[in-house]
């Protein structure tokens, strides 16, 4: 199976995202390649960052 093609000028890094979600706490950060299903403009594979967190204010 093919990997996702990736917009490397649209994404960011995890750094980046830990740093403008500086006031979390998280329980999950990882990035994954997924199957979607959503639709007809939402199918096969793609990267995406799950983000599970709490605000620390």
Do not use: W
Not at 7 to 35: H, P, R, W
Request: proline content about 2%; glycine content about 6%; hydrophobic content about 35%.
């Amino acid at each position: 199976m093919q990997e996702p093609r990736r917009n490397q000028s649209i994404l960011g890094t995890m750094e980046e995202l830990k740093a403008d979600f500086y006031n979390f706490e998280f329980s999950c950060l990882k990035e994954e390649i997924v199957e979607l299903n959503e639709g007809i403009y939402h199918k096969g594979r793609s990267a995406v960052v799950r983000i599970i967190a709490t605000s620390l204010k």
